[in-house]
């Protein structure tokens, strides 16, 4: 139940991560802007993890949206967006950990420039929150940087709700979906820009979706040849060029 009108909605699909979420929902109850509501986008047919996602839950101001069938974690995320309450919209996968300063200088850093959509650094942790790397963006991206190499972690985005009024959401694809978004906000804005702080602990686990190499060229190229209009073969390049620039930012990570 809603007590009060938040000023920023948090987003989180959510698909067997019980293991994970008391710990991402801590992080995110310890932040030190406390302006929030929670929205759980359950996403699994199975609802035998619902009982624990609602106990974690109990005392804090949330919603618990849950779908007839598995839908992935973009179109959950489309779903969650249409119950928000807040003027800012952040994501957050059920498995990732926030800094406790994380939305206080993400807010502010929005407000002060007067921006519409924010990222920022973030730490590569494993399943026991070992860090295994590091990766500090750029303080800003236009489109053909973007296009080169996305380099956004979606739970580390802040987004203004306004400017979904006239954009696609996340796309359907099973990776990428999250890249589809972020292309069509930037041409719009001309610019995204980033906090380089660490403000984010992503997790990264084996036998994930963003681990499957032939799924991520399949989604790759759908982007571009479907959703940006390429002709395939420029889109096949772009795949290539896609690629190479993840083995580059994956040597930089864990180095």
Request: aromatic share 14%.
């Amino acid at each position: 139940m809603i007590k009060n009108t938040p000023e920023v909605s948090i987003i989180i699909p959510y698909f067997k991560k019980k293991f994970f979420f008391k710990n991402t929902i801590k992080s995110i109850l310890n932040q030190t802007y406390q302006n929030f509501e929670i929205i759980v986008v359950y996403d699994d047919d199975n609802l035998s993890e619902l009982n624990i996602v609602k106990k974690i839950l109990k005392k804090t101001q949330h919603q618990i949206i849950i779908n007839k069938k598995n839908i992935g974690v973009g179109l959950s995320r489309n779903r969650g967006i249409q119950y928000v309450k807040g003027k800012y919209i952040a994501f957050c996968d059920a498995d990732d950990l926030w800094h406790k300063d994380k939305l206080k200088i993400q807010i502010n850093f929005m407000k002060k420039k007067k921006l519409n959509f924010s990222h920022t650094s973030y730490k590569i942790i494993d399943n026991r929150k070992k860090v295994l790397g590091r990766f500090a963006i750029s303080y800003k991206l236009n489109y053909e940087s973007l296009l080169k190499s996305c380099d956004i972690a979606t739970s580390s985005v802040v987004i203004k709700k306004n400017i979904l009024k006239t954009q696609k959401y996340f796309s359907n694809s099973k990776t990428k979906e999250d890249y589809f978004l972020w292309l069509k906000i930037v041409k719009k804005e001309n610019y995204l820009y980033g906090i380089q702080n660490f403000l984010l602990m992503w997790r990264s686990t084996k036998g994930s979706l963003s681990d499957s190499i032939l799924q991520k060229l399949m989604d790759a190229f759908k982007l571009y040849n479907n959703y940006e209009k390429y002709n395939s073969l420029f889109s096949i390049y772009l795949v290539i060029r896609l690629s190479f620039y993840a083995l580059i930012k994956k040597l930089k990570i864990y180095r």
